[in-house]
């Protein structure tokens, strides 16, 4: 990470979702570690909440934090598998106007795979940007998420990192 200290740290406002059929408040622990993760690099946890895997609430969920002038950023964590429940990317393919951020993905199996081998190419994590908001979508296991967070979204969210980073970009995310 190369953060230039000279530089301000901006905090933002992030959302967690967490895409389940079974997790509950109680055992949600890839939300538990992107909770934590957001609020120890200084970031403000806007909302957290579990949904099931059904792509129209999914995406209506997406669109109400998008449109929440107190979010900026969406990390969800959960439904990018292959199966047929597996429907993250598909609510992402349902909001208007969403841009896909191809190299979130790719970067993220590139990562992974130094942890869990040939086993990544079954994950669809992926990102968009929709109407000035950031939406990250990793996959569900904690490991995943870890993978995601540390090795990406750490360094994109922090206003500091050089020599460029999501945050700077968002006054104009917007134009068009």
Known sequence: MAID????????????????????????????????????????????????????????????????????AIVSTGGTGLTGRDVTPEALRRIPGARDIPGFGELFRWLSFKTIGTSTVQSRACAVVARGTYIFALPGSNGAVKDGWDGILAEQLDSRNRPCNFVELMPRLRET
């Open 5 to 72: 200290e000279s530089k301000t740290f901006t905090p933002i406002n992030i959302a967690v979702l967490t895409v389940s059929d079974t997790r509950t408040a109680e055992d949600d622990t890839s939300g538990d570690i992107l909770a934590e993760r957001v609020a120890s690099a200084g970031h403000t946890l806007s909302a957290r909440t579990i949904m099931k895997d059904d792509p129209d609430l999914l995406a209506q969920q997406f669109d109400s934090w998008i449109d929440n002038p107190h979010i900026d």
